[in-house]
C-alpha cells in the first residue's frame, strides 16, 4: 500500500462526496431567490408556497454541506502537513477572507431565511435570502481563487525556514491581488459558478416536472418551471462558453493538462484533430476505437483551424500527468454539458408552445438531468486535478525568476502511515454511507410531502392573524392548484 495514493484516494473522496452539496446551495440559492422575488412583486401567495418548500430544501443541503465541509481542513494537517506549510500563507489569507466575507454573511442571514417567515417582513426576508445566496458565492470565490492559485500561482515568492533543523520552502503572498487575481481564477472561478448554477436550475425543473408527471402541486410547479427552464438554458450555454474560454488558457498555463485532456501524444506541423470518443494508450502514446474531428482541437484552442497545439512529447516525462483518466472524464463532462443545451432547449421550446405537459417522455428525462449536471460538474474537478499531475501546486516564473513547485509525493506527512490513511477512509465510507442515505431519505421526503396549495398558506396565514374564516378565502385562490398534503397546516397551525 502506498501512502501517496492512499493520501490522494482519500481526499479525492471526500471532496468529492462534499462537492454535492456546495453547487446545489449555490444554485438552488438563485432559484429561491427568484421565487422569493416574483412573490415580493406580485404578492401571488403560489410564488410564497414556492418560495418556502426551496427554502426547506435548501436548508437541508446547506448543513450536509458544512458538515462534510469540515473534514478536509483537518486532512490538510493530518496527511499533508509539508503541503500545509508550503502554501499556509496563501491559503490563510485566502480561507480567512472566506470566513470575513462569505462565512458570517451566510451564517448571519440563513436563521432569518430559514426561520423568519412570518416574524419578519416581506423585504427583510427577501434580502436575507439574497444574501445567504451572495454568501454562497463569496464562498465559493476565495475556495476556487486558493485552488487556481495552485494551477497557476502568482503574487508570491518562496522564503526558506527551518522547521526542526531542516530547511523548508514556503510561499509567501507579496502582492494580494495578484494572487488573488492569478491567471486562470476569472475563467475557472465563472465555469465554477455557473456548473452550480446550471445544477440549481435542472434540480428545481426536476422536482417540477415530477410533480407535474404525478399531477401534483401544479399551482407551484408550472410558477417554478417558468423560472428554471429559462435559467437551465441560459447557463448551459455560459457554461460552454466559459469552458471553451478556460480551454483556451490551458495551452498557455498548463500545456501538459490539455494534452491530457485530448490524448495529443505528438506534436507536428499539421492541424490537430479533437476526438470525441476513444481509449487513450499512453504506454504505447495511442488512441485505440477513437473517433476524430480533423482541425477541431486547432480552431477551439487558437481559434485557427491550420494551428498546430503542441502535444505530450514537449513535455518532461517526469512532468506529464495521467491521461486516461483527465481524458474520459473531460469528455464526459463536455458530451453531459451538449446533452443539457439540447433538454433544455427542446424543454423551452416546449414550454412556449404550451406542449410540455403532454409531453411525459421529455419530463422524464428533465426529472434525471440533476444526475447529469452532477456528474459533469463532479468530472470536469477530476479533470482539473488529476490533469494537473505530477504538482499539486505548479512552477511558474515570478517578475523573471523561475519559482519552484511542490510535487504532490513532496507534500505528504512524514509521520502518517498508510495502514492509517486506509483506515480512515474505511471510516470515511461508513460515515458517508450513512450520511448520504440520510440526506436522500430527507430530500425525497420533503419532495414526496411538496409544497402548500395557495389556499392551504391563505389559511394558515390568516390564522396566524386571527382572521381566519372558510368563506374569506379567494375562490380564485383556492383553484390555483392541488395538493395531497400542506406543510405549513402541520409545522405552524399544530
Not at 229 to 251: N, Y
Not at 367 to 394: D, F, K, L, S
Not at 431 to 447: C, E, G, Q, R
Amino acid at each position: 500500500m502506498d501512502v501517496e495514493i492512499l493520501s490522494r484516494l482519500q481526499f479525492a473522496l471526500t471532496i468529492m462526496f462534499h462537492y454535492l452539496f456546495p453547487p446545489l446551495s449555490i444554485g438552488l440559492g438563485l432559484q429561491l431567490f427568484l421565487c422569493e422575488w416574483r412573490y415580493f412583486r406580485t404578492r401571488d401567495v403560489a410564488w410564497e408556497a414556492a418560495a418556502r418548500f426551496w427554502t426547506r430544501v435548501f436548508a437541508v443541503n446547506f448543513a450536509m454541506g458544512v458538515a462534510t465541509g469540515i473534514v478536509m481542513e483537518f486532512e490538510f494537517g493530518t496527511n499533508w502537513a509539508a503541503y500545509s506549510r508550503f502554501v499556509g500563507d496563501v491559503f490563510g489569507s485566502a480561507l480567512a477572507a472566506e470566513g470575513i466575507f462569505a462565512f458570517f454573511l451566510e451564517s448571519g442571514f440563513l436563521a432569518v431565511l430559514v426561520f423568519g417567515w412570518d416574524r419578519v417582513g416581506v423585504k427583510m426576508h427577501l434580502f436575507s435570502t439574497l444574501m445567504v445566496f451572495l454568501g454562497s458565492v463569496f464562498s465559493a470565490v476565495w475556495i476556487v481563487v486558493a485552488n487556481s492559485w495552485q494551477q497557476t500561482p502568482a503574487g508570491y515568492h518562496i522564503v526558506w525556514h527551518d522547521v526542526q533543523g531542516e530547511m523548508m520552502p514556503r510561499a509567501e503572498v507579496t502582492d494580494f491581488w495578484a494572487m488573488v487575481l492569478n491567471p486562470s481564477s476569472v475563467d475557472r472561478l465563472t465555469h465554477t459558478l455557473i456548473g452550480a448554477l446550471v445544477l440549481g436550475a435542472f434540480f428545481v425543473a426536476s422536482v417540477c416536472s415530477f410533480y407535474l408527471l404525478q399531477k401534483r402541486h401544479l399551482a407551484v410547479a408550472r410558477r417554478c418551471l417558468s423560472i428554471a427552464l429559462p435559467s437551465a438554458l441560459l447557463f448551459t450555454l455560459m457554461a460552454a462558453l466559459t469552458g471553451h474560454d478556460s480551454a483556451q488558457k490551458l495551452v498557455e498555463t498548463q500545456p501538459a493538462k490539455l494534452a491530457a485532456m485530448e490524448a495529443h501524444f505528438h506534436s507536428s506541423d499539421a492541424p490537430t484533430g479533437l476526438y470525441l470518443f476513444g481509449w487513450p494508450d499512453a504506454k504505447n502514446e495511442k488512441v485505440h476505437f477513437g473517433i476524430q474531428v480533423p482541425r477541431l482541437l486547432s480552431l477551439m484552442v487558437y481559434n485557427d483551424p491550420a494551428k498546430p497545439v503542441p502535444g505530450m512529447d514537449q513535455i518532461p516525462e517526469d512532468q506529464r500527468p495521467p491521461v486516461w483518466l483527465p481524458f474520459q472524464t473531460f469528455h464526459v463532462m463536455v458530451g453531459l454539458g451538449t446533452m443539457m443545451i439540447i433538454v433544455a432547449a427542446m424543454a423551452c421550446w416546449s414550454w412556449y408552445r404550451g406542449s410540455l405537459e403532454k409531453r411525459r417522455w421529455l419530463l422524464w428525462t428533465i426529472v434525471v438531468m440533476p444526475v447529469a449536471a452532477m456528474t459533469a460538474n463532479q468530472a470536469g474537478w477530476i479533470t482539473a486535478e488529476v490533469g494537473r499531475q505530477p504538482w499539486i501546486v505548479y512552477p511558474s516564473v515570478q517578475a523573471g525568476v523561475e519559482m519552484m513547485g511542490l510535487r504532490t509525493a513532496d507534500g505528504l506527512s512524514e509521520s502518517v502511515t498508510a495502514e492509517q490513511v486506509l483506515s480512515s477512509i474505511i471510516l470515511f465510507g461508513i460515515i458517508y454511507s450513512l450520511l448520504f442515505a440520510v440526506w436522500v431519505f430527507v430530500l425525497n421526503h420533503k419532495i414526496q410531502h411538496g409544497p402548500e396549495t395557495p389556499e392551504e398558506l391563505t389559511r394558515y396565514k390568516r390564522r396566524l392573524r386571527g382572521e381566519y374564516n372558510e368563506e374569506s378565502i379567494p375562490e380564485a385562490i383556492s383553484h390555483q392548484g392541488t395538493n395531497r398534503g400542506g406543510g405549513l397546516m402541520e409545522e405552524g397551525v399544530r
